[in-house]
């Protein structure tokens, strides 16, 4: 009986892994002695970082999906269904309906938006962090003439730079349709600084301060009136909007947390080196899944290369001696025609960040190098 990896979750990650381990033992697959079944829920595997390109009208829906079959190595077993628990005690994990065994477990099963922590946000919010709230938001968007938008940004997120990327591309649009003067532009974090990574907080600053964006540090959301429009705080104070955007902070897959192996917030508990479950010998966690102090974007690709190469040479009954150093790397939009690039490891973040038309170029290139990506091409 030959072995089986299970890559649970079929988005950036999980389809990354899946495919450059089938492109690196296809042999052993093609004799029958492993087997690599990729299990996911959705038949649809949508383009991310896209979001926001709708959300501006640049891209149309139908350029940032594609078939999850389209993208999958003829050697990797594809089956769409939802898994319920992962019971690493009997190695496997369960749908509603059947336990798939695994030898190996890569868990992909990525981040969500908790938009059921403050009452009555999710009636009021517009958000980019999925297809269909992107479209609603670039619709509320092009009605927009004048009055208050409040975008509402807590930790941690998905997309590291999208929340800033988001509130400087609006003010471009805004400024680009003639109405940027009618319009209170406010960004509310819960943070006392604008990014995490201080040279990126500095330059985003800067851009609000010379560009006219309000913005409100520790701003921490604790209920949504959808009738009167108002937002509440912690701190007792209360903001009028007409449009409210919200980022909430996210928590990993409800599979996580149900099966016992999260953190207080569905994260995996993951070693920082090997990118394995801490206590797991046999579970490898990779992506937004994981707990690792690192930005929830940026990483998958670099991680992908670590867990492949550690899995392959432990298949071939080598050591795993490939360690992941935090490594990744996010564009982020400031207008229309300009962009920044940020790259950091557990180490290093960058010193200073600045923005070109140059880097604007290779942002728009990121798309079609993404269906290269996780088809493992490139
Ligand atoms: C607006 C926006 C902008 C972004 N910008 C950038 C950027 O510029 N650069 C960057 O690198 N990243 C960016 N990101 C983040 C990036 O999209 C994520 O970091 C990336 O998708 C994480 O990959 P993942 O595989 O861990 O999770 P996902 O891609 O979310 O995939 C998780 C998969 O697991 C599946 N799944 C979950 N639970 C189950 C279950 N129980 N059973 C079966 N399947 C399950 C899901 O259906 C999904 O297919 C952005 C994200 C957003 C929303």
Redesign the pocket.
């Known amino acids: 009986m030959g072995k089986r990896i299970v890559v ?9 892994v899946a495919n450059r381990l089938a492109r690196r033992l296809t042999d052993s697959i093609r004799s029958g002695e492993l087997e690599i079944l990729l ?4 038949e649809q ?8 390109s709708v959300v501006f009208n640049e891209k149309f829906p139908e350029q940032i999906v594609r078939e ?1 079959k389209s993208l999958v190595h003829r050697g990797v077993t594809l089956v ?5 628990r992962i019971r690493p005690d009997r190695r496997c ?1 369960q ?1 509603r309906t059947t336990e798939y065994p695994y030898d190996y477990l890569v868990i ?5 938006p908790d938009f059921d922590g403050v009452p009555g946000l999710k009636e009021s919010a517009r958000h ?3 297809l269909e709230g ?1 479209l609603r938001l670039r619709d509320a968007l092009a009605s927009v003439k004048k009055g208050r938008i409040l975008i509402a940004v807590d930790q941690p ?6 929340p800033l ?2 509130a400087l591309m609006l003010d471009d649009y805004l400024r680009r349709r003639g109405i940027r003067e009618g319009i209170r532009l406010k960004y509310a974090y819960s943070d006392g600084r604008l990014h995490r990574m201080q040279p990126v907080a500095d330059w985003a600053l800067s851009q609000f301060e010379q560009r006219g964006i309000v913005h409100q540090p520790f701003f921490r959301l604790e209920k949504v009136d959808p009738l009167r429009k108002r937002v509440f705080t912690a701190d007792g104070e209360e903001h009028p909007f007409d449009v409210l955007v919200a980022v909430p902070a996210h928590r990993g ?4 947390a149900d099966s016992g192996l999260g953190d207080e917030r569905g994260f995996v508990p993951t070693d920082r080196l090997t990118l394995k479950m801490e206590g797991d010998d046999r579970v490898y966690v ?5 707990n690792l102090p690192l ?7 670099y991680q992908s290369e670590v867990l492949v190469q550690n899995l392959v040479s432990r298949l071939k009954g080598l050591p795993e001696t490939s360690v992941y150093d935090g490594k ?5 939009g400031n207008s229309f025609r300009d962009a920044g690039f940020i790259a950091f490891d557990y180490s290093r973040f960058p010193k200073s960040v600045s923005s070109s038309e140059v880097l604007r170029w290779f ?1 728009g290139m ?1 798309g079609p190098a993404y269906w290269l990506n996780v088809r493992a091409i490139l």
């Open positions: 649970l979750g079929g988005g950036a990650a999980g389809t990354m299990i996911t829920r959705s595997h949508l383009y991310q970082p896209g979001f926001l999850e769409f269904d939802e898994i319920k994990v749908s992909a099963t990525g981040s969500r980019f962090y999925s992107a997120h998905k997309g590291p730079g999208a990327e988001f897959a409800p599979v996580v990779l992506g937004d899944a994981t930005p929830k974007g940026g990483s998958a690709y990744g790397a996010f564009f982020l942002k990121q």
